[in-house]
C-alpha cells in the first residue's frame, strides 16, 4: 500500500495554496499546534511531575483553578506570543486581554480555553483546549476587550484539542471539519478523521441530570420524552452520557451523533448560562455547525449573538440536527 499519512502542517499548507491565501495563517496555525502539544505532554505526565491538584487561586469567574489551569495557561500564551501573528489574546484564566507585545503585524486575536473539563484531570479523565481565531478589525485596538466581541459567524478557524487515551485536534477553517491524531514518537499530528460529519439523528444525550430540578419545561419535555424510550412519544430507547468535559461530549457527536446540552436553568439563568460565549460556545458551535450539526441557545442560533463581554455565558443545545431542531422547537412552543 503506498504512503499517504500526512502532517497537519502539510495539511494546512495544502489549504492555503488551494485559497491562494497567505502563509499568515499556517504560521499562526502552527503555534497553536506547538502550545497544544505541550500541553498534551503536562497531561500526560500528571502526578509524575505534581502537575495534579489545585493551585490556590480562582480565576475570573470565581473557580478554582487547577495546577494544569495555569501551566496550560502560560504555554498558550508563551508559545502564541512568539510568532508575532496575534496582535492580542483572551483567555478564560485572563481577567483582561492579554496584548502582544512587539506584534505590530499581527492581523489575528486569539481567545482560548486552556483547559476545559478541568474537574477531571485529577481522575485521569478527558481534558481539552478550545480555540477560536478572529480577524483584528482595521483601525480598532487589540489591547481593549470590543475588538473581540465579534459574533461568532466572523470566526476565521476553531478548533480544541482532546487530550484523551490519544491526543487528538480537530479543525475547522470554515471548510469541513478535520480531525488529527497525534503521533508521539514523531511528535506530530497526523490526518486520521478527514470530512468529519455529525449524523442529523442520534439515540443519545448528554446532560448533567443532577441539575433537573432547576429545568426549564422545553428541556424537561425533550429529555422526560428521551427516558420514556420505545413505549413513549419518541418510540426508540435513548442513552445518556455525561463527561463534564465539553471537549469530550463534542468529540463523541463528531464521532457517533448525540445531543450535547448545558441549558439555561432557574439556578443559572442570572449569569446567562454555564458555558462561556467567546472561547466554548462559538468554536464549538463553529465545529458542529461546519460538520453539518446544529448549535443553538434555545431558539437563537449561537454564532449569531452579538457579544456584549469577554467572559458571557450563554445557554448550550448543540449536535446532530433533527434532535436540536426538535428541542428549538419546544423552546418556540414554550415547553
Ligand atoms: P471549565 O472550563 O471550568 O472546565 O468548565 C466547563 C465545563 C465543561 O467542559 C463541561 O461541559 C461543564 O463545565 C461541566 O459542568 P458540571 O460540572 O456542571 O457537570
Ligand atoms: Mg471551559
Request: aromatic share 8%; net charge negative; hydrophobic share 40%.
Amino acid at each position: 500500500m503506498p504512503y499517504k499519512r500526512i502532517t497537519l502542517t502539510h495539511f494546512l499548507l495544502q489549504e492555503q495554496r488551494r485559497l491562494g491565501r497567505s502563509g499568515a495563517f499556517t504560521a499562526l496555525m502552527t503555534d497553536i499546534i506547538t502550545a497544544c502539544k505541550m500541553v498534551s505532554h503536562e497531561v500526560n505526565r500528571g502526578a509524575l511531575v505534581g502537575n495534579h491538584g489545585v493551585a490556590g487561586s480562582e480565576n475570573v469567574q470565581g473557580e478554582e483553578q487547577k495546577k494544569l489551569d495555569i501551566l496550560a495557561n502560560d504555554i498558550f500564551l508563551h508559545m502564541n506570543a512568539l510568532g508575532g501573528n496575534y496582535a492580542a489574546m483572551a483567555s478564560e484564566e485572563l481577567e483582561d486581554v492579554h496584548a502582544v507585545t512587539g506584534s505590530a503585524d499581527g492581523r489575528y486575536l486569539l481567545l482560548f480555553d486552556p483547559l476545559d473539563g478541568s474537574s477531571n484531570i485529577d481522575v485521569n479523565i478527558s481534558v481539552g483546549s478550545i480555540f477560536s481565531i478572529l480577524r483584528l478589525p482595521d483601525g480598532v485596538d487589540a489591547s481593549k476587550a470590543d475588538a473581540f466581541l465579534q459574533p461568532g459567524v466572523q470566526q476565521v478557524a476553531a478548533g480544541y484539542a482532546l487530550y484523551g487515551p490519544s491526543t487528538m485536534l480537530v479543525l475547522t477553517t470554515g471548510n469541513g471539519v478535520n480531525g488529527f491524531t497525534l503521533d508521539r514518537d514523531v511528535g506530530m499530528f497526523f490526518l486520521t478523521h478527514p470530512g468529519m460529519t455529525v449524523t442529523p439523528d442520534t439515540k443519545e444525550f448528554a446532560i448533567n441530570a443532577s441539575r433537573s430540578r432547576f429545568w426549564e419545561a422545553p428541556v424537561r419535555r425533550y429529555v422526560d420524552e428521551c427516558l420514556a424510550g420505545k413505549t413513549g412519544p419518541r418510540g426508540k430507547d435513548f442513552n445518556m452520557r455525561w463527561v463534564a468535559s465539553m471537549v469530550a461530549e463534542v468529540h463523541r457527536i463528531l464521532i457517533r451523533g448525540g445531543v450535547f446540552m448545558y441549558p439555561k436553568d432557574s439556578e443559572n439563568a442570572a449569569k446567562g448560562g454555564k458555558l462561556r460565549l467567546m472561547y466554548e460556545a462559538n468554536p464549538m458551535a463553529f465545529i458542529i455547525e461546519q460538520a453539518g450539526g446544529t448549535a443553538v441557545t434555545g431558539c437563537d442560533r449561537i454564532m449569531d449573538l452579538q457579544p456584549t463581554n469577554l467572559h458571557q455565558r450563554v445557554p448550550v443545545i448543540l449536535g446532530s440536527k433533527n434532535e436540536v431542531d426538535r428541542i428549538a422547537d419546544y423552546h418556540r412552543q414554550g415547553a
